[in-house]
């Protein structure tokens, strides 16, 4: 049974840097996709970004250029870094492997 944990999220000023990680326990291939997914307050849980077999990432728009996927299939881990972080940024940010979620962490950007 595969397990995904959150961590890494808190509380920073817009500008700041905030660096997510899930670790991924049981059985994990590499060629499946995982991703990280985030849900503000009253809002739909959307993509945030996913990392594919092979290495290919995709991102949604509204982060393109500020945060990066990247996964280490030997530790089952897979990071998002994100920069230059904006109050719209603020969410609770879910890790995804095939149909399993993470609890989440909270993400919350000041202004």
């Known amino acids: 049974q595969v397990q995904l944990v959150e961590s890494g999220g808190g509380l920073v000023q817009a500008g700041g840097s905030l660096r997510l990680s899930c670790a991924a326990s049981g059985k994990i291939s590499s060629i499946n996709a995982m991703g990280w997914y985030r849900q503000a307050p009253g809002k739909q849980r959307e993509l945030v970004a996913t990392v594919i077999g092979g290495g290919s990432t995709i991102y949604a728009d509204s982060v393109k250029g500020r945060f990066t996927i990247s996964r280490d299939n030997a530790k089952n881990m897979v990071y998002l870094q994100m920069n230059s972080l904006k109050p719209e940024d603020t969410a609770l940010y879910y890790c995804?492997?095939?149909?399993?979620w993470g609890q989440g962490t909270r993400v919350t950007v000041s202004s």
């Open positions: 995804k492997y095939l149909w399993i």
